[in-house]
């Protein structure tokens, strides 16, 4: 479970997430929706540590990321928005690299590794040096090395981003499955079909506030409209109306 | 799932990068030319080579025979003998000596008065005139020598005619001058080597820059420092790893260099010029001892400028402007003959270019410099390491965008 209490995240004047609260359950798949530049990666990025917030909590099944942020990132899987690969490295070893950065012993580095590869059906790419791969090919082995120490929790930004309409219904597939498994997924998006399809459960960010914390059908009744992307303008759209 | 974290011992997390680096950049052409070719390898043969040339062209104006174009040699048979006995061969004479030496047909000219025979047995002063360029500096070696020899031939000559006429050739001379030359044929050397311990720093300096920009500036560059610092091991200890991963690389540098210039040492003959010059596994060991904490002193200040930069080439750039630090005691000591103090051992580089030099010198190192120099680079190795880390917590750090 990931729970964010009111996190508030500035850069300069600027503030980026202005007091975030949502919580992620297990065994669901939670969207983060919102236009681009609403403050979805700064609230990821302080959910697996890599920021401290200003004010506010990150907790992952009930660890504080202020006291224990090692603690956290030890139950988190993460696909970052960044998803650089070590090019000179094959995809395999790549996986082995954060395995071990996990603390995996070497056995079960090796089954892990072989499930994931099996589930994400990268068995062809997986003994390749990962320079010159396809964005999905390179998306699948961002998310097996960030998978490989069987994580309760997994955060994907845009886990779709960049890829075709093939390997966008194989990552979906794969997001399912992990839900399946009775994990926590927390995932973000700016694409309202895939969000509506996928999520049990969506949190609408807008100007670094949550404006909407609710399942897509009530999202729907919520604003009365039957089209998920329209009920999304009408939310978005109302926020900027209160602002102003 | 594993939800309590790991329940067998694990490799610790500062191996796993220290590996993970060096197995990575080991597949990298341009590192590994770098770190064990071109730094390492091309550094003392140049060197060597330039000194072998130089050394090659002393010695063949000392000791080869010199050809001078001697107007009027049928005047003087004798001192035409005391030239060839000083290794000058004497040619056909030139009609125009000013335009031989402008031309460069001859280094020096020896023209020799007509009336010399008469004036020589009436015993009284004669000229003979030497002409020359002296701003082609190669040739000045070639005047010295004919000129020393002509006055040399004047001298003697002038102690027998006093000699002829009952007088002491002392009375000539009141003042002596006694030359007490206490170079060694090893400190002769240490002239001509004033650049090594610099070149040593650069091998250092090379083999790790690659590694340095590519651990640091590169990682955030293809955005994957981001997953990296995602991984539950505190950055220090990632930092640490990449820190001894470009340790290992440079050190290798170091190790070649040395080995290197111990068997191109042997190429150069500088004891044929009276110069002794020892590269061997004693010089080698101590000069390693001096140069450890550079390694690590080097790879943390690398680091820490690339860490500054946001791309590959920004930190090529910051690094490129980092290599001319060490160049600044290597021209300071070669520029001002500086007496060494005991607290410049302690300061980085200097200590190590004063330590270098001295062995080259044959003095050896004495146990108080040897410590000052690894305290102090130490010490200052402990900060920078420190301020680094520091700089890695930052939270920027990780972020490519």
Redesign the interface.
Known sequence: MIEARNVHKAFGSVKAVDGVSFVARDGEITGLLGPNGAGKTTTL?ML?????PDRGQVLV?AIDAAIDP??V????G????????????TAR?NID??G??????DDLLKSRGDALIAALEMGDIADRRTEGFSQGQRVKT?IA??LV????NVILDEPTNGLDVMATRAMRRFVQRLKA???CVLFSSHIMQEVGTLCDRIVVIAHGRVVADESPDALRALTGEANLEDAFVKIIGSDEGLAA | MNATGPTTPRRHAFLTVFFKEVRENLRDRRTMMSALLTGPLLGPLLFVMLLSVSLNRELDKSDRPLPVPVIGAAQAPNLIDALKAGGVVPGPAVADPERTVRRQDADVVLRIAPDYGNAWRRGEPVQVELFFDSSRRDTSAAVERVTRLVECYSRQQGALRLVARGLSPAIAWPLQVARRDQATPQSRAVLMFAMLPYFLVITLFMGGMYLAIDLTAGERERQSLEPLFANPVPRWQILCGKLAAICAFSLASLLIALLTFGVVGRLVPAERIGMELDLGPHFAANVLLLMLPLVPLLATLQSMVAAFAKSYREAQTYISLLMLVPIIPSLLLSFMPIKAQAWMYAVPLLGQNLGIMQLLRGDGVTGQQLGLCVAGSTATVILAVLATVQLYRSEKLAISS
Do not use: N, S, W
């Open positions: 990025r697996y540590t890599l920021m401290a099944d090692l603690g990132r030890r139950r988190l993460v696909l970052p928005d960044a998803r650089g690969l070590y090019k000179r490295l070893e690299y954060f071990r950065l996990q603390g995996l012993p961002a090395r960030a120490h069987d994580p309760r498994e009775g994990r």
